[in-house]
Protein backbone atom coordinates (compact mmCIF):
# COMPACT_ATOMS: atom_id res chain seq x y z
CA UNK A 1 0.00 0.00 0.00
CA UNK A 2 1.45 3.27 -0.86
CA UNK A 3 0.05 6.18 0.78
CA UNK A 4 3.43 8.41 0.57
CA UNK A 5 5.24 10.38 -1.69
CA UNK A 6 9.16 10.37 -0.92
CA UNK A 7 9.31 14.40 -0.51
CA UNK A 8 6.62 13.60 2.22
CA UNK A 9 8.76 11.08 4.40
CA UNK A 10 10.70 12.75 7.25
CA UNK A 11 11.85 10.90 10.11
CA UNK A 12 11.90 12.57 13.33
CA UNK A 13 13.66 10.42 16.23
CA UNK A 14 17.04 11.26 17.69
CA UNK A 15 18.33 7.74 16.42
CA UNK A 16 19.83 6.05 13.13
CA UNK A 17 18.01 3.91 11.24
CA UNK A 18 20.54 1.40 12.29
CA UNK A 19 20.46 2.31 16.33
CA UNK A 20 16.89 2.13 15.98
CA UNK A 21 17.08 -1.33 15.22
CA UNK A 22 19.52 -2.33 17.84
CA UNK A 23 17.70 -0.55 20.31
CA UNK A 24 14.44 -2.64 19.78
CA UNK A 25 16.50 -5.74 19.38
CA UNK A 26 17.97 -5.22 23.29
CA UNK A 27 14.64 -4.37 24.28
CA UNK A 28 12.81 -7.40 22.83
CA UNK A 29 15.35 -9.38 24.71
CA UNK A 30 14.48 -7.76 28.15
CA UNK A 31 10.99 -6.48 27.88
CA UNK A 32 9.66 -9.12 24.80
CA UNK A 33 7.98 -11.29 27.35
CA UNK A 34 5.68 -8.68 29.05
CA UNK A 35 2.40 -7.03 27.89
CA UNK A 36 -0.37 -4.40 29.10
CA UNK A 37 0.65 -2.43 32.17
CA UNK A 38 4.08 -4.14 33.05
CA UNK A 39 5.13 -3.43 29.66
CA UNK A 40 3.70 0.56 29.26
CA UNK A 41 5.40 1.22 32.65
CA UNK A 42 9.39 0.44 32.19
CA UNK A 43 9.06 2.13 28.69
CA UNK A 44 7.15 5.21 30.23
CA UNK A 45 9.30 5.47 33.11
CA UNK A 46 12.63 3.97 32.18
CA UNK A 47 13.44 3.42 28.83
CA UNK A 48 12.22 6.62 27.10
CA UNK A 49 11.25 9.07 29.54
CA UNK A 50 10.03 12.54 28.31
CA UNK A 51 10.76 10.82 24.90
CA UNK A 52 7.25 8.63 24.59
CA UNK A 53 3.97 9.23 23.19
CA UNK A 54 0.87 7.45 22.31
CA UNK A 55 -1.71 8.01 19.90
CA UNK A 56 -5.19 6.91 20.51
CA UNK A 57 -8.19 7.05 17.96
CA UNK A 58 -10.84 7.18 21.05
CA UNK A 59 -12.57 4.93 19.43
CA UNK A 60 -14.30 1.09 20.55
CA UNK A 61 -11.56 -0.32 21.99
CA UNK A 62 -9.49 3.00 22.87
CA UNK A 63 -10.25 3.39 26.50
CA UNK A 64 -7.99 0.34 27.42
CA UNK A 65 -4.87 1.46 25.95
CA UNK A 66 -5.71 5.09 27.36
CA UNK A 67 -6.86 3.52 30.91
CA UNK A 68 -3.48 1.54 31.68
CA UNK A 69 -1.12 4.45 30.36
CA UNK A 70 -3.76 6.55 32.89
CA UNK A 71 -2.65 4.30 35.82
CA UNK A 72 0.93 4.82 34.69
CA UNK A 73 1.57 8.43 33.61
CA UNK A 74 -1.53 10.63 33.34
CA UNK A 75 0.90 13.07 31.75
CA UNK A 76 1.70 11.17 29.17
CA UNK A 77 1.09 13.23 25.78
CA UNK A 78 -1.67 11.33 23.73
CA UNK A 79 -2.15 12.63 20.02
CA UNK A 80 -5.25 12.49 18.33
CA UNK A 81 -5.98 13.17 14.71
CA UNK A 82 -8.83 15.40 14.74
CA UNK A 83 -9.26 14.74 10.56
CA UNK A 84 -11.88 16.97 10.45
CA UNK A 85 -14.10 14.12 9.38
CA UNK A 86 -14.68 12.15 12.12
CA UNK A 87 -18.22 11.87 13.79
CA UNK A 88 -19.24 13.97 16.90
CA UNK A 89 -19.63 11.02 18.94
CA UNK A 90 -15.94 10.78 18.96
CA UNK A 91 -15.13 14.14 20.09
CA UNK A 92 -17.83 13.81 22.72
CA UNK A 93 -16.39 10.24 23.74
CA UNK A 94 -13.12 11.79 23.95
CA UNK A 95 -14.13 14.64 26.37
CA UNK A 96 -16.11 12.11 28.16
CA UNK A 97 -12.55 9.75 28.43
CA UNK A 98 -10.34 12.54 29.09
CA UNK A 99 -12.50 13.59 32.00
CA UNK A 100 -13.02 10.47 33.79
CA UNK A 101 -9.07 8.92 33.26
CA UNK A 102 -7.73 12.44 34.77
CA UNK A 103 -5.84 12.87 30.78
CA UNK A 104 -4.04 16.05 31.02
CA UNK A 105 -2.09 16.12 27.91
CA UNK A 106 -3.99 15.61 25.19
CA UNK A 107 -2.50 16.86 21.64
CA UNK A 108 -4.82 17.10 19.19
CA UNK A 109 -3.50 17.14 15.53
CA UNK A 110 -5.70 18.35 12.46
CA UNK A 111 -4.66 18.73 8.78
CA UNK A 112 -2.42 21.71 7.15
CA UNK A 113 -5.03 24.13 5.85
CA UNK A 114 -2.99 25.29 2.86
CA UNK A 115 -2.97 21.51 1.54
CA UNK A 116 -6.71 20.99 2.82
CA UNK A 117 -7.41 24.25 0.66
CA UNK A 118 -4.86 22.81 -2.03
CA UNK A 119 -5.68 19.72 -2.51
CA UNK A 120 -9.50 18.47 -0.85
CA UNK A 121 -11.07 21.63 -1.13
CA UNK A 122 -14.45 20.23 -1.59
CA UNK A 123 -13.67 17.59 1.68
CA UNK A 124 -14.03 14.72 -1.34
CA UNK A 125 -10.96 13.86 -1.70
CA UNK A 126 -11.83 10.29 0.20
CA UNK A 127 -13.71 9.23 -2.53
CA UNK A 128 -11.62 10.18 -5.38
CA UNK A 129 -7.87 9.04 -3.49
CA UNK A 130 -8.30 7.66 -0.62
CA UNK A 131 -4.70 6.82 0.51
CA UNK A 132 -4.13 10.54 -0.71
CA UNK A 133 -6.85 11.99 2.05
CA UNK A 134 -5.35 9.71 4.87
CA UNK A 135 -1.81 11.52 4.07
CA UNK A 136 -3.15 14.70 4.59
CA UNK A 137 -5.59 14.53 7.52
CA UNK A 138 -3.83 11.96 9.12
CA UNK A 139 0.02 10.69 8.25
CA UNK A 140 1.05 14.23 7.58
CA UNK A 141 -0.51 15.66 11.30
CA UNK A 142 1.02 12.63 12.84
CA UNK A 143 4.94 12.82 11.48
CA UNK A 144 4.81 16.76 12.81
CA UNK A 145 2.82 15.32 16.17
CA UNK A 146 5.73 13.03 16.50
CA UNK A 147 8.72 15.46 16.13
CA UNK A 148 10.72 14.86 19.30
CA UNK A 149 9.81 11.02 20.08
CA UNK A 150 12.27 8.37 20.48
CA UNK A 151 8.77 6.19 21.04
CA UNK A 152 5.50 5.93 20.81
CA UNK A 153 2.32 3.17 22.32
CA UNK A 154 -0.14 2.44 19.91
CA UNK A 155 -3.47 0.44 20.78
CA UNK A 156 -3.12 -2.24 17.95
CA UNK A 157 -4.17 -6.26 18.49
CA UNK A 158 -3.32 -9.50 16.53
CA UNK A 159 -6.99 -10.63 16.79
CA UNK A 160 -7.94 -7.68 14.60
CA UNK A 161 -6.33 -9.73 11.56
CA UNK A 162 -4.69 -8.70 8.66
CA UNK A 163 -1.71 -7.15 8.78
CA UNK A 164 -1.92 -6.91 12.40
CA UNK A 165 -2.13 -10.54 12.71
CA UNK A 166 1.90 -11.19 13.09
CA UNK A 167 1.81 -7.99 15.18
CA UNK A 168 5.49 -7.88 17.74
CA UNK A 169 5.32 -5.84 20.95
CA UNK A 170 8.19 -4.07 20.26
CA UNK A 171 8.82 -2.55 16.62
CA UNK A 172 11.12 -0.20 14.40
CA UNK A 173 9.46 2.89 12.42
CA UNK A 174 12.33 4.10 10.66
CA UNK A 175 14.08 5.96 13.90
CA UNK A 176 11.38 5.41 16.10
CA UNK A 177 10.62 2.65 18.35
CA UNK A 178 6.51 1.23 18.26
CA UNK A 179 5.33 -0.35 21.49
CA UNK A 180 2.17 -2.08 21.03
CA UNK A 181 0.95 -3.25 24.47
CA UNK A 182 -1.90 -4.89 23.58
CA UNK A 183 -0.35 -7.03 20.98
CA UNK A 184 -1.39 -10.20 22.31
CA UNK A 185 -4.41 -8.93 23.68
CA UNK A 186 -7.93 -11.05 22.64
CA UNK A 187 -11.37 -9.43 22.93
CA UNK A 188 -11.96 -10.71 26.55
CA UNK A 189 -8.77 -9.20 27.57
CA UNK A 190 -10.19 -5.43 26.01
CA UNK A 191 -14.00 -6.82 27.85
CA UNK A 192 -12.04 -6.96 30.94
CA UNK A 193 -10.33 -4.11 30.87
CA UNK A 194 -13.69 -2.32 30.55
CA UNK A 195 -15.47 -3.84 33.07
CA UNK A 196 -12.72 -4.05 35.69
CA UNK A 197 -12.59 0.05 35.05
CA UNK A 198 -16.22 0.84 34.76
CA UNK A 199 -14.97 2.48 31.69
CA UNK A 200 -17.73 4.27 29.37
CA UNK A 201 -18.31 2.75 25.80
CA UNK A 202 -18.19 4.87 22.51
CA UNK A 203 -21.71 5.62 21.85
CA UNK A 204 -22.07 4.12 18.40
CA UNK A 205 -20.84 0.63 19.50
CA UNK A 206 -24.53 0.22 20.30
CA UNK A 207 -25.21 1.25 16.63
CA UNK A 208 -23.34 -2.01 15.68
CA UNK A 209 -20.01 0.24 14.86
CA UNK A 210 -17.31 -1.96 15.45
CA UNK A 211 -13.93 0.22 14.55
CA UNK A 212 -15.11 3.53 14.50
CA UNK A 213 -12.94 6.28 11.87
CA UNK A 214 -13.71 9.21 9.72
CA UNK A 215 -17.46 9.32 8.89
CA UNK A 216 -17.48 8.76 5.50
CA UNK A 217 -15.01 5.75 5.29
CA UNK A 218 -16.66 3.51 8.39
CA UNK A 219 -19.49 1.57 8.37
CA UNK A 220 -21.91 -0.55 10.51
CA UNK A 221 -20.81 -4.25 10.89
CA UNK A 222 -22.74 -7.95 12.03
CA UNK A 223 -20.10 -8.89 14.70
CA UNK A 224 -21.21 -12.71 13.69
CA UNK A 225 -19.81 -12.43 10.97
CA UNK A 226 -17.22 -10.04 10.41
CA UNK A 227 -13.92 -9.19 11.88
CA UNK A 228 -13.58 -6.45 13.70
CA UNK A 229 -12.31 -3.93 10.99
CA UNK A 230 -14.77 -4.62 8.51
CA UNK A 231 -16.45 -1.64 8.52
CA UNK A 232 -13.09 0.37 7.93
CA UNK A 233 -12.94 1.39 4.21
CA UNK A 234 -15.84 -1.66 3.13
CA UNK A 235 -15.24 -1.98 -0.95
CA UNK A 236 -12.20 -0.46 -0.87
CA UNK A 237 -8.87 -1.80 -1.85
CA UNK A 238 -7.56 -0.65 1.36
CA UNK A 239 -7.29 -1.78 5.12
CA UNK A 240 -4.87 0.88 7.14
CA UNK A 241 -5.04 4.43 7.25
CA UNK A 242 -0.69 4.82 6.61
CA UNK A 243 0.11 5.73 10.06
CA UNK A 244 1.62 2.71 10.59
CA UNK A 245 3.86 3.42 7.67
CA UNK A 246 5.92 6.31 9.34
CA UNK A 247 8.91 6.44 8.96
S1 LIG B 1 -10.40 7.57 6.69
FE1 LIG B 1 -11.45 8.35 4.85
S2 LIG B 1 -12.07 10.51 5.28
FE2 LIG B 1 -10.57 9.82 6.87
S3 LIG B 1 -8.67 10.57 6.15
FE3 LIG B 1 -8.81 8.45 5.40
S4 LIG B 1 -9.82 8.54 3.38
FE4 LIG B 1 -10.03 10.57 4.38
Redesign the pocket.
Known amino acids: MRVMREDDIVTGGSMTVDETTERARKLLDRYGHLQGISLIEPMVHEEFAGKITMTSSFGTEAAALLALVAEVDPNLPVIFLD?R??FGETHRYREQLVDQLGLTNIRIMRPDEEKLKAEDPEGM??AKD??R??F???VEPLQRALQGYDAWLTGRKRFHGGERGALPVIETAGTRIKINPLAGYNRQDIEDIFENRALPRHPLEAEGYMSI??????DRVDPTVSDVRAG??AGQD?TE?GIHYII
Open positions: TKLLFGNCCIRKGCMPCTRWKC
